[in-house]
């Protein structure tokens, strides 16, 4: 017997959550308007109808929910015991949506809200934070929080919405991904002080033969892209592969050879004794995008940051 009592029980609330779920705001705004006022008259005005039409959407809300609510005659309107088990619920929910309404309007003023964002640790470094303090003086009241992560996880992270946009110089598949191109970056040659190319202005392919290279992954930005480049000015592999910017310029400034970073790298590379100087070469620039997830809004305070950063590129 217990168990067909919890049975009906539930069956019961479930069938009437759902009906507060289908109800729309206006039988909802009705009925309490009446509750509080026990007034037909009075409740029609406060919910700008005639008192014809209100009194037909409480009959539609009673015959939705299958109840009388209200007991009323010419003089009184008083709640039924099913009125009173069904303001709970009303209340509740003009409660809570009144709350998200005011919500989404300071979310709207942008006077509340938050910014994520990725970007790679070479953007994330020095030059992401900088915008993100340019935002910040216009939008005091927005939170903001930077992941730093390589390329692969940036899109990763986009495409999963764990962050509103990234910047990054991979910008994935044009079906998933929308990309906007920011700038251009050199690339830099990391080279000991004492190297004859730390005397040049600029480093042309040819200065790089036979010169033994530290390697970034192939999974990364920069290898890849720098490879065929590096192929025809015939260096050498210094047998040493990292994966950090930090580590590559502690390797270079121990003499293990030389390395390749883009230019919003090198505040990562700073090391006594080494130095960057630029490449002079076709296709030794690096593009750098704002990317979002293709098909997906931004909300209203990370559309205004991406708005403000799209204008200045």
Request: charged share 25%; net charge positive; aromatic share 8%.
């Given at each position: 017997?217990?168990?067909?009592l919890?049975y009906v029980?539930l069956?019961?609330?479930?069938?009437?959550?759902?009906?507060?779920?289908?109800?729309?705001?206006?039988e909802?705004?009705?009925f309490?308007?009446?509750?509080?006022?026990?007034?037909f008259a009075?409740a029609a005005?406060?919910?700008h109808?005639s008192a014809?039409a209100?009194?037909?959407?409480?009959?539609?809300l009673?015959?939705?929910?299958g109840a009388?609510?209200?007991?009323?005659?010419?003089?009184?309107?008083?709640?039924?015991?099913?009125?009173?088990?069904?303001?709970?619920?009303?209340y509740?929910?003009?409660?809570e949506?009144?709350?998200?309404?005011?919500?989404?309007?300071?979310?709207?003023?942008?006077?509340?809200?938050?910014v994520?964002?990725?970007?790679?640790?070479?953007?994330?470094t020095d030059?992401?934070?900088?915008?993100?303090a340019?935002?910040?003086?216009?939008?005091?009241?927005?939170?903001?929080r930077?992941?730093?992560?390589?390329?692969?996880r940036?899109l990763v992270?986009?495409?999963?919405?764990?962050?509103d946009?990234?910047f990054?110089a991979q910008r994935g598949t044009?079906?998933?991904?929308e990309?906007h191109?920011?700038?251009m970056?050199?690339?830099?040659?990391?080279?000991?002080?004492t190297?004859?190319?730390a005397?040049?202005?600029?480093?042309?392919l040819?200065?790089?033969k036979d010169?033994?290279?530290?390697?970034?992954?192939l999974t990364g930005?920069v290898y890849?892209?720098m490879?065929?480049l590096?192929?025809?000015a015939?260096?050498?592999?210094?047998g040493?592969?990292?994966?950090?910017f930090g580590?590559l310029a502690?390797?270079?400034?121990?003499?293990f050879?030389?390395?390749?970073?883009?230019?919003?790298?090198l505040?990562l590379?700073r090391?006594?004794?080494?130095v960057?100087?630029p490449?002079?070469a076709?296709r030794?620039t690096?593009?750098?995008?704002?990317i979002?997830?293709?098909?997906?809004?931004?909300?209203?305070a990370?559309?205004?940051?991406?708005?403000q950063?799209?204008?200045?590129?």
């Open positions: 017997m217990r168990r067909v919890i029980n069956n019961y609330w479930n069938n009437y959550a759902g009906l507060l779920m289908n109800l729309g705001g206006r909802i705004d009705a309490l308007a009446l509750a509080e006022t026990k007034r009075i005005k406060r919910c109808v014809s209100f009194s037909q959407i409480i009959s539609r009673e015959e939705q929910v009388r609510l209200f007991d009323r005659n010419t003089r009184h309107v008083s709640l039924t015991p099913e009125g009173e088990a069904f303001s709970h619920g009303a509740r929910i003009a409660t949506l009144r709350a998200t309404i005011n919500e989404l309007r300071e979310r709207a003023s942008w006077r509340t809200g938050r994520t964002v990725a970007a790679t640790p070479s953007l994330a030059w992401v934070p900088r915008r993100l340019i935002y910040r003086k216009s939008f005091p009241s927005i939170a903001l930077l992941h730093d992560v390589t390329s692969e940036c992270m986009i495409d999963r919405g764990e962050v946009f990234g990054n044009d079906l998933e991904f990309s191109l920011l700038f970056e050199r690339y830099y040659v990391l080279c000991r002080k190297d004859p190319l005397r040049l202005k600029e480093i042309r040819k200065d790089l010169r033994e290279i530290v390697k970034l992954p930005s890849p892209q490879l065929p590096l192929s025809s015939q260096v050498r592999d210094s040493m592969e990292v994966a950090n580590t502690g390797l270079v400034a121990a003499g050879g030389l390395g390749i970073v883009p230019e919003h790298a505040e590379c090391r006594p004794g080494i960057g100087v490449i002079n076709n030794a690096r593009p750098v995008y704002m979002r997830r293709r098909g997906r809004s931004l909300s209203a990370a559309q205004a940051m991406w708005e950063i799209a204008k200045d590129f």
